[in-house]
């Protein structure tokens, strides 16, 4: 079983930066594509960005040139790097596991991290 544990969430003024990790451990996590979330109060959760076991990359149109997402096969671990934060990126954050790198079905789920955006 693949377990995800995020860090990095915090409260940053509009224009800055931050960075999200999301570290997985168990059998097969290095096989799995890896991603974010996010969920704003009182919305839905949404899609951020994703990355597949062999790098392949998609984006949310939302954040496209401002948020870049990476990963560090050695550590099995998923960094989210946001620049140019607005306060419309407050939500909590999520890293998800999925065998695509869709995230039609993620079936693994960190514990969520705060970002916050003040304006």
């Known amino acids: 079983q693949v377990q995800l544990v995020e860090s990095g969430g915090g409260l940053v003024q509009a224009g800055g930066s931050l960075r999200l990790s999301c570290a997985a451990s168990?059998?097969?996590?290095?096989?799995?594509?890896m991603g974010w979330f996010r969920q704003a109060q009182g919305k839905e959760r949404e899609f951020v960005a994703s990355?597949?076991?062999?790098?392949?990359?998609v984006y949310a149109d939302s954040v496209k040139g401002r948020f870049t997402i990476s990963k560090e096969n050695a550590k099995n671990t998923v960094y989210l790097q946001m620049n140019s934060l607005k306060p419309e990126d407050t939500a909590v954050y999520y890293c998800a596991a999925d065998r695509s790198v869709t995230m039609k079905t993620p079936g693994i789920w960190g514990q969520g991290t705060q970002v916050t955006v003040s304006s």
């Open positions: 990355i597949s076991w062999s790098g392949l990359i």
């Open positions: 168990g059998r097969s996590a290095s096989n799995n594509a």
